[in-house]
C-alpha cells in the first residue's frame, strides 16, 4: 500500500457491500409480489419512492400490496364486493379508488400511470361482467 491504513480500505469496502446489499434489498421489494396482471406505481409518485404499492387484479379479487423494510401490508376485496372504481387523473400520475359495498374504506392506490388506471378499472368490470354473467351462461344439469 501506499501509506494508507489498511483499515480504512475495509472500512470502504463494507460500506460498499452494505450499499448494494439496501439497493438489492429495495430492488427486491419493488418487484411484482404476483404473477397475473399487476399494476405497479410510480417511484416517482410521492409516497412509492423506496417500495411501491401494487395491485393485483384477478377474475376473483383485487389485491392491494405494499411492501415493508420488514414484512408488508395486503387488502384484498373479492369481486363481488367491488362497489365502484373511480380515477383521479393528474397531470402525470393517476389515483384509482375502490369502494366496497360493505361500507369499509376504499383502496386508494396513488401514482399510476394513466394508461394503467384505465386497464385497472377495464379489467375490474369485465371481471365483475364474467363473475355476475357466469352463473346464467353455464348448462345446469337438468339440460343436458
Given at each position: 500500500?501506499?501509506?494508507?491504513?489498511?483499515?480504512?480500505?475495509?472500512?470502504?469496502?463494507?460500506?460498499a457491500?452494505?450499499?448494494?446489499?439496501?439497493?438489492?434489498?429495495?430492488?427486491?421489494?419493488?418487484?411484482?409480489?404476483?404473477?397475473g396482471?399487476?399494476?405497479?406505481?410510480?417511484?416517482?409518485?410521492?409516497?412509492?419512492?423506496?417500495?411501491?404499492?401494487?395491485?393485483?387484479?384477478?377474475?376473483?379479487?383485487?389485491?392491494?400490496?405494499?411492501?415493508?423494510?420488514?414484512?408488508?401490508?395486503?387488502?384484498?376485496?373479492?369481486?363481488?364486493?367491488?362497489?365502484?372504481?373511480?380515477?383521479?387523473?393528474?397531470?402525470?400520475?393517476?389515483?384509482?379508488?375502490?369502494?366496497?359495498?360493505?361500507?369499509?374504506?376504499?383502496?386508494?392506490?396513488?401514482?399510476?400511470?394513466?394508461?394503467?388506471?384505465?386497464?385497472?378499472?377495464?379489467?375490474?368490470?369485465?371481471?365483475?361482467?364474467?363473475?355476475?354473467?357466469?352463473?346464467?351462461?353455464?348448462?345446469?344439469p337438468?339440460?343436458?
Amino acid at each position: 500500500m501506499t501509506g494508507e491504513p489498511v483499515w480504512l480500505w475495509w472500512s470502504l469496502a463494507g460500506v460498499a457491500a452494505i450499499a448494494v446489499l439496501l439497493i438489492l434489498w429495495i430492488w427486491s421489494k419493488g418487484r411484482p409480489f404476483a404473477s397475473g396482471d399487476v399494476f405497479r406505481a410510480s417511484r416517482l409518485s410521492s409516497g412509492n419512492r423506496l417500495f411501491p404499492t401494487q395491485v393485483l387484479i384477478s377474475p376473483t379479487s383485487v389485491v392491494h400490496y405494499t411492501p415493508r423494510w420488514i414484512g408488508k401490508q395486503e387488502e384484498t376485496i373479492h369481486m363481488a364486493h367491488v362497489a365502484s372504481v373511480k380515477i383521479d387523473t393528474g397531470m402525470l400520475f393517476s389515483n384509482v379508488l375502490i369502494e366496497t359495498s360493505g361500507g369499509s374504506e376504499p383502496i386508494v392506490c396513488h401514482g399510476h400511470r394513466k394508461g394503467d388506471a384505465v386497464e385497472m378499472k377495464t379489467l375490474i368490470e369485465r371481471y365483475q361482467t364474467d363473475y355476475y354473467r357466469g352463473p346464467s351462461t353455464r348448462r345446469s344439469p337438468e339440460s343436458a
